[in-house]
């Protein structure tokens, strides 16, 4: 086999390996990782576990109805009031 097939097979393995890494992260970055029930919420406990030290520490005031978890919009909102507090645009 000539070096030209073995680096085009190197490239065509190295590109599925990176495919399938890509494919079995979780879906919603930090926030989906954290959300060991995948319900769509975290608990103080799986956002404490997880790497969103920043819903953790904020967590009683993300928590806009009280319900003990919190979803990505309550995040969203929690975000936004702190942006326009500073004077900035609300992200969509």
Not at 26 to 32: E, T
Not at 54 to 68: L, P, Q, S, V, Y
Request: charged share 25%; hydrophobic share 45%; proline share 3%.
């Amino acid at each position: 086999m000539n070096a030209i097939k073995k680096i085009g097979i190197a490239a065509v393995v190295a590109l599925a390996g990176l495919a399938a890494s890509i494919a079995s992260a979780a879906p919603g970055g930090k926030f989906g990782a954290a959300d060991g029930n995948k319900d769509g919420a975290l608990t103080k406990a799986e956002a404490c576990a997880g790497k969103t030290r920043h819903i953790c520490k904020n967590f009683e005031r993300m928590d806009a109805n009280k319900d003990g978890a919190v979803t990505r919009s309550e995040v969203k909102g929690f975000r936004n009031a702190k942006r326009v507090a500073k004077g900035l645009p609300v992200r969509p």
